[in-house]
């Protein structure tokens, strides 16, 4: 423990009086020990500080790391890094998260500035309705789509696991050491679920963006990520869609775009009410087309459930 920087230990100890604590209010489950196989990270932040009394806090910038315009980067109590990515401008930041994803190390750290978020947004409110077949579609028409690239990936991910199934992979308990070949494996292994992860992010990123910069009133409906996952035929296209994830971006980008994102209550029939005529009919998984039987409406069942998630009654709808 004396070979690295003490902050490395208490910043891990206050993550755990966070995570307990969150335990503790209902927020979250019992902490558990931290794997190895989802990627490596550590958090270090410079203490030392112009102090003026005891008890009172540092002078402005005074315990904060001063990071120059290039390609290097000096962590606290550690040595100087060569970046990949330049940096552009001199900032300043005191906690710095260095991380592994497959064999890439990254380095994140905050600034401190302000966004100011639009004042004028094209589309007033609008439904968005998130779906296996379709990633989102909302009530003004638009369509996104998660990319074909994300197919092709996984069944790389496939073929490549399966093209290595007999090799040595090694066994701690047993004592047996992997291969040469079975480490190189690994190493390509976790590159291709790092891509696909890359592409899910950038996907999503983009669109929750993008409906927060035309989009003032956003509604989407509160879904029970974890009781759709529990169906083995859906769980796939659910964790494939990231349900949750866009749900979280959404609501932290309020601050950011000024948006306002409102929950529909997960009971509230969406798909099986007539956007026209507001009758309320039985709906199979496989039927892609709501066809009222009793005013003859025809539309596509998303863009059917988006405008009824527009038009939720009041008493259904909450803040997110």
């Known amino acids: 423990m004396k070979e690295y920087p003490s902050t490395i230990y208490q910043s891990a100890f206050m993550d755990l009086k966070n995570a307990i604590s969150r335990w503790r209010k209902g927020l979250s489950g019992f902490p558990k020990k931290k794997s190895k196989k989802k990627g490596d990270s550590f958090t270090v932040y410079k203490t030392a500080g112009v102090y003026p009394e005891k008890g009172k806090p540092a002078l402005p910038f005074s315990n904060r790391v001063t990071i120059s315009a290039g390609i290097q980067i000096k962590l606290p109590g550690l040595k100087t890094y060569r970046l990949k990515e330049r940096i552009k401008f001199i900032c300043?930041?005191?906690?710095?998260?260095?991380?592994?994803?497959?064999?890439?190390?990254?380095?994140?750290?905050?600034?401190?500035?302000?966004?100011?978020?639009?004042?004028?947004?094209?589309?007033?409110?609008?439904?968005?309705?998130?779906?296996?077949?379709?990633?989102?579609?909302?009530?003004?028409?638009?369509?996104?789509?998660?990319?074909?690239?994300?197919?092709?990936?996984?069944?790389?991910?496939?073929?490549?696991?399966?093209?290595?199934?007999?090799?040595v992979l090694g066994n701690k308990k047993l004592k047996v050491a992997a291969s040469k070949k079975a480490r190189k494996y690994y190493v390509d292994l976790s590159r291709q679920h790092l891509r696909i992860s890359n592409i899910r992010r950038d996907t999503i990123q983009k669109m929750t963006t993008d409906l927060s910069r035309r989009i003032y009133n956003i509604r989407i409906e509160?879904?029970?990520?974890?009781?759709?996952?529990?169906?083995?035929?859906?769980?796939?296209?659910?964790?494939?869609?990231?349900?949750?994830?866009?749900?979280?971006q959404l609501v932290y980008k309020q601050t950011h775009y000024g948006t306002k994102v409102e929950l529909v209550d997960r009971w509230y029939p969406s798909s099986k009410t007539c956007s026209c005529c507001g009758n309320v009919q039985e709906m199979k998984l496989d039927d892609r087309i709501f066809d009222c039987k009793k005013c003859g409406h025809f539309q596509d069942r998303d863009e059917n459930a988006s405008i009824n998630l527009e038009n939720a009654p009041p008493d259904k709808i909450r803040l997110a």
């Open 92 to 167: 300043s930041s005191q906690t710095f998260t260095v991380s592994r994803a497959a064999d890439r190390w990254f380095v994140s750290f905050v600034l401190d500035a302000e966004k100011i978020p639009p004042i004028i947004h094209p589309v007033l409110r609008a439904g968005v309705d998130l779906g296996v077949k379709c990633l989102a579609t909302v009530s003004d028409g638009t369509k996104y789509e998660m990319p074909l690239t994300t197919h092709k990936a996984k069944t790389k991910l496939g073929k490549l696991q399966w093209r290595n199934r007999n090799k």
């Open 222 to 248: 509160d879904l029970n990520v974890s009781g759709m996952i529990a169906n083995p035929k859906l769980a796939e296209a659910v964790s494939n869609n990231c349900f949750y994830e866009i749900r979280r």
